[in-house]
C-alpha cells in the first residue's frame, strides 16, 4: 500500500523506556528498576490529586467537560490573562501539533535550535515544512535572527529551558529578539521546564504575561507533566494572543482531555507548597550530580531544570553506556541520536540517585 510520501521523512519518537518493557527484556524486578528518563517528578504529584480524583471516578461513564472551565479559568487566574488566551492539550505536545498544522504547510520554513526537543521536527514533517537550524549547542538569539532575516520561516521555536540540554535563555534576551520578529512569524516559547528555571534563576523567568499581553504572535507553552507530576495524565497548555487561540481550537478534537485528567491538573496547580518543595528538593540532589561529574571528569551542562545532561569523554560512548546501565536495571537517556556523546538523566529521589552514582562509577 503506499501512503502519503510525507510520511516516508517521519521517524517515531523515541520515548523513555518504560519500566514494563526492562522487566521483560532483562527480566529484572520491578523494584530493582529505575526510571529517570522521561523528567517526570520523582515525588509524584500533590496527594490532594489523587485523593480527588479517587472521589470522581464513578464520573468517567459521561462525556467530560468539553469547555474545561474549571481548569481554564484556574491557568488564566495563576497567569493572570484572560479565558480566551488558554488552549488545553493532550499534554503540549499536541498544542505542539496544532500550532504546526494551523500555521505551517509543505511551503514553510520552521526555525528550531540545533539541539532540541524532538516532537517540533515530527511534526513539521507531518506538513512537509523544512526545517532550519541554528549550528551552536545554545540558543544563540543572533544566529536565530540571521537565519529569520535571510529566510523568513513560519515559525520560530525556542525551548527554554531547553530539552535535552537544561541551559536556559536570559529572559530580557527573548524579549529583545521576539520585538524584532515580524507579526506573521509565529514564535513559540515553550516553557516545559521554566517552574525549575525560575526558582534557580529568576532572570531566565519568561512571564507568560508579557508575552500575551506585548506580542499577537508569540504562544507559550506549558505543561503539567514535568515539576506537576502529573506525566501520566496527559495535560499540558498554550497561552497566547485569542486570535491564535481561536485558530487552534479548530482543530482540536473533542474531548481531548479526559474527566480525570481535567481534575487532576487542576488540583495540582492549587498545590503550589507540593510543587516547591520537589523543585528545592531538586536542585539539591542536582549539586550531587555536578560532584559526580567532578569526580568522574566528565562534563556536565550547567542545567535549569529536573534533568542533568552528562557529556561522556571520547573513550565512552554514550549508547554503550546506557545499554550498560539499562542492563542494570536502570533507564536513562542516550543523546547520540541528537549528535551528542552524552547521557540525559532525570534528578530522582535521593535513593535514586545514589543507584545512578553506584552502578555508572562502575561502568565508567
Ligand atoms: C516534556 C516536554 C513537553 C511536553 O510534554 P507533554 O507531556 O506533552 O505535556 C514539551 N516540551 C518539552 C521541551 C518537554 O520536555
Avoid at 497548555?237 to 486570535?243: P, Q, R, S, V
Avoid at 561529574?293 to 534533568?307: G, L, R, V, W
Avoid at 541520536?337 to 540517585?353: C, D, F, L
Amino acid at each position: 500500500m503506499n501512503f502519503n510520501a510525507k510520511m516516508k521523512d517521519i521517524k517515531n519518537y523515541e520515548a523513555g523506556k518504560p519500566i514494563e518493557l526492562v522487566v521483560r527484556e532483562f527480566g529484572i524486578e520491578p523494584k530493582d528498576i529505575v526510571k529517570l528518563a522521561s523528567n517526570e517528578n520523582p515525588n509524584g504529584c500533590s496527594p490532594k490529586v489523587q485523593e480527588a480524583v479517587s472521589k470522581i471516578v464513578s464520573k468517567m461513564a459521561l462525556y467530560p467537560d468539553d469547555s474545561m472551565t474549571a481548569l481554564k479559568s484556574s491557568l488564566s487566574k495563576r497567569f493572570d490573562v484572560e479565558d480566551e488566551n488558554v488552549i488545553i492539550g493532550s499534554g503540549s505536545d499536541q498544542v505542539i501539533e496544532f500550532l504546526i498544522h494551523a500555521k505551517a504547510n509543505s511551503k514553510s520554513k520552521i526555525l528550531m535550535n540545533s539541539i532540541t526537543f524532538a516532537m517540533y521536527e515530527i511534526y513539521a514533517k507531518h506538513v512537509g515544512a523544512e526545517i532550519l537550524r541554528t549550528s551552536t549547542q545554545e540558543h544563540d538569539l543572533d544566529e536565530f535572527y540571521e537565519i529569520y532575516k535571510a529566510e523568513k520561516p513560519s515559525i520560530i521555536f525556542l525551548c527554554t529551558p531547553n530539552n535535552p540540554t537544561g541551559d536556559a535563555i536570559d529572559a530580557s534576551k527573548l524579549f529583545d529578539f521576539v520585538k524584532k520578529i515580524d507579526s506573521d512569524t509565529l514564535v513559540v516559547v515553550d516553557g516545559a521546564y521554566m517552574e525549575y528555571a525560575l526558582i534557580k534563576d529568576s532572570s531566565k523567568e519568561v512571564k507568560p504575561k508579557d508575552l500575551v499581553d506585548q506580542f499577537d504572535n508569540v504562544i507559550y507553552l506549558g505543561t503539567f507533566s514535568k515539576a506537576y507530576g502529573l506525566g501520566g495524565m496527559r495535560v499540558g497548555y498554550g497561552l497566547a494572543d485569542a486570535k491564535i487561540i481561536k485558530e487552534l481550537y479548530k482543530l482540536r478534537p473533542p474531548f481531548n482531555i479526559t474527566t480525570l485528567s481535567l481534575e487532576a491538573a487542576n488540583v495540582a496547580l492549587e498545590d503550589e507548597e507540593f510543587v516547591n518543595k520537589s523543585i528545592v528538593e531538586n536542585f539539591s540532589e542536582m549539586k550531587r550530580y555536578e560532584e559526580f561529574a567532578k569526580e568522574q571528569k566528565i562534563d556536565i551542562i550547567n542545567s535549569y531544570t529536573n534533568f542533568v545532561t552528562l557529556c561522556l569523554n571520547s573513550s565512552q560512548k554514550s549508547s554503550e553506556v546506557a545499554d550498560l546501565l539499562l542492563k542494570k536495571g536502570m533507564i536513562v537517556r542516550d543523546l547520540s541520536g541528537y549528535g551528542m556523546n552524552a547521557i540525559r538523566v532525570t534528578v530522582g529521589t535521593q535513593e535514586q540517585n545514589s543507584r545512578f552514582f553506584e552502578l555508572t562509577a562502575e561502568i565508567l
